[in-house]
């Protein structure tokens, strides 16, 4: 069982702005700004989107936003399109001494 | 332009071994940490194991600890993940990925290779 928390599902219209949570124990998340997010088509391997909670690679479209409030990091997608249909992951590293995944959202632009 | 490209996976029966290879390409190899990273079918994914550069510094999953071990040889930069002791719940797609750190603790995955399929099946 995931440390980390995701919705499985989360859906949206094109245009409209979608949020998806992860929310783990306070060691995992909490304690220090060690979150990244990707993204993976089926049949793909995963792209890193964000890092260190709020940092977008070079390439990655600024309609990618990620935030963090308390033990809760979320990733933001504005201005949803259809090309945005894809799995999700986050990712921390644990006082554990552990780097965990949280259980993926599946995106469904409606 | 990185590139890493995962080989060994295959059909293992239970409680035998495995040894996969990712060989790195298109970067300083001992420059970064790397790791492995797993997916079960149909599943989301799993970090399984973590090098730092030097190999001072490794990290495993509680699911595979004790019976996996992750090295890397920098002269031929290439990593590995020597997997015994195998079950029917690692059957999984295997990736490597390139961390952008020196250890494997805190940094993320910003290179990914396309995997090697593992299933472990009597």
Known sequence: QSALTQPASVSGSPGQSITISCTGIRRAVGGHD?????????????????????????????????????NTASLTISALQTEDEAD??????????????????????L | EVHLVESGG?????????????????????DYAMHWVRQAPG????????????????GYADSVKGRFTISRDNA????????????T????????????MLTWATGYFDSWGQGTLVTVSS
């Open chain 1, 34 to 70: 060690y979150v990244s997010w990707y993204q993976q088509y089926p049949g793909k391997a995963p792209k890193l989107l964000i890092y260190a909670v709020t940092n977008r690679p070079s390439g990655v479209s600024h309609r990618f936003s990620g935030s963090k409030s308390g």
């Open chain 2, 89 to 100: 719940e690692d059957t999984a797609l295997y990736y490597c990925t390139k961390d952008v």
């Open chain 2, 43 to 58: 599943k989301g994914l799993e970090w399984v194991s973590g090098i730092s550069w030097n190999s001072g510094s490794v």
């Open chain 2, 76 to 87: 031929k930069n290439s990593l590995y993940l020597q997997m015994n002791s195998l079950r």
């Open chain 1, 88 to 109: 999700y992951y986050c990712n921390s590293y644990t006082t554990g001494n552990t780097r965990l995944f949280g259980g993926g959202t599946k995106v469904t632009v």
């Open chain 2, 10 to 30: 295959g059909l293992v029966q239970p409680g035998r071994s495995l040894r996969l290879s990712c060989a790195a390409s298109g970067f300083i190899f001992d």
